[in-house]
């Protein structure tokens, strides 16, 4: 995914940092606002791979730091949950006037109580997705319980949150008993998503329930089975991204559909600092690319030539099922088994130099169906001639330019 760093203002007049996260082909469907856990900021590794999740479905993502947080300007000891929920509002107005609207809004932990009470007031926005979110905001008071309630009004209380020190203000804890969820959840006419983990030891499964109780349908709920409150293990964060992906299929408003003679020509691939993950957007389709382990990659996709043998493994099924269908012949299945070496070329005389070897993809069909050899050798015969094949033996020619920033 492509981020880029950008600011805007919140109604207090303190800058808000944020990142947003634009699809690698830049083609933007629509637009997700995501809010982080208390006390934590927008470059949380789970926060990153969720939103890498949503890009490669073509949602932009805005994920910014709350006031006081992060590189967010402001004094956290000034805030409350309703200020976070005022920045939610004000992020949703910087995408408006950018990118577009949110459709959408994540929230993490108690982010996630916080989009609840933004989508209210965001007529837009058509999917709500919590992930480890309280049931009411006043669940939080736990982690800093016989702190504040006593301090004196308007004198900052050092507390202690997942081993760090945080200054909060009295008015913290008054603000959050204004905040009614279950009232507001009935109320909410959204389509909702609640991820938790069972074993969430900081916000405990039963907030889950009692959240699926109080909304109304559409609503779902996905366990995240193994999963820590911070989704500190990376294949769950992976997991949740591609869920959210797939879950908004259904409620986001789908973009006008381009000329399909145009996309399907057109290939983005994006790596950033991360190795060796890649994105690939080819068309209106998203995969990951990446290296083994052995060579210093997480192996989250295939390699380079595993997508070069993907392509002639389909080319070549594709245009054996077309031969035949055209023959009529009883071809009920094509499996094509593929693997790439590198091998000294059959007419080399030095087998020191480079020059003299060359790559070799070994292809085996495996053909299911009523049909004589006469049949399987033409198949073998066909199979030769598909483009990609072709492409392949072929003088194939590259030019490479550089992008000219506008």
């Not at 938790?196 to 916000?203: I, L, S």
């Not at 949740?240 to 057109?266: C, F, M, N």
């Not at 070549?316 to 499996?335: F, I, N």
Request: aromatic share 6%; glycine share 8%; proline share 4%.
């Amino acid at each position: 995914m492509n981020s880029q760093k950008v600011t805007f203002l919140n109604r207090s007049g303190m800058e808000i940092v944020a990142k947003l996260d634009i699809p690698v082909d830049g083609k933007i469907r629509t637009c997700a606002l995501f809010a982080h856990c208390f006390t934590c900021n927008k470059n949380l590794t789970a926060v990153r791979n969720i939103s890498r999740s949503l890009t490669q479905e073509g949602i932009a993502v805005l994920r910014f730091d709350f006031t006081g947080l992060g590189e967010s300007g402001g004094d956290f000891a000034d805030t409350n949950f309703s200020s976070n929920v005022e920045d939610l509002l004000d992020a949703a107005d910087y995408l408006k006037e950018n990118l577009g609207m949110p459709q959408m809004l994540i929230g993490h932990s108690l982010g996630g109580a916080a989009v609840m009470f933004a989508a209210e007031q965001l007529e837009e926005v058509k999917a709500v997705v919590t992930i480890g979110a309280p049931a009411n905001p006043q669940h939080v008071q736990h982690l800093f319980q016989g702190k504040l309630e006593d301090a004196p009004e308007g004198e900052p209380v050092e507390v202690n949150i997942g081993g760090r020190g945080f200054k909060l203000k009295r008015q913290f804890v008054d603000d959050l008993h204004t905040k009614d969820m279950p009232a507001l959840l009935k109320k909410l006419r959204k389509a909702t998503l609640i991820m938790h983990a069972p074993f969430d030891t900081t916000v405990g499964i039963e907030n889950a329930r009692e959240m699926y109780h109080h909304l109304m349908h559409p609503k779902s709920f996905i366990s995240l089975d193994g999963a820590d409150h911070l989704l500190n293990n990376k294949a769950d964060s992976l997991y949740a991204g591609s869920v959210i992906a797939a879950w908004a299929h259904r409620y986001l408003t789908e973009p006008e559909q381009e000329d399909p003679l145009h996309t399907e020509k057109q290939v983005a691939v994006r790596i950033g600092t991360e190795k060796y993950v890649t994105e690939v957007k080819a068309g209106n389709h998203s995969l990951i690319a990446d290296e083994p382990k052995s060579v210093g990659g997480k192996d989250l996709g295939p390699s380079p030539y595993e997508l070069v043998a993907a392509g002639l493994g389909a080319c070549t099924a594709m245009t054996l099922r077309m031969y035949a269908d055209r023959k009529k012949w009883d071809l009920q299945e094509v499996t094509v088994h593929l693997s790439h070496i590198r091998e000294h070329a059959p007419d080399s005389q030095n087998s020191n130099q480079a020059s003299s070897m060359m790559s070799t993809f070994e292809r085996v069909l495996e053909l299911e169906g009523d049909l004589d050899e006469k049949q399987k050798q033409r198949l073998m015969e066909i199979a030769n001639r598909c483009p990609v094949h072709r492409t392949l033996e072929g003088k194939i020619g590259i030019r490479t330019s550089l992008k000219q920033n506008p």
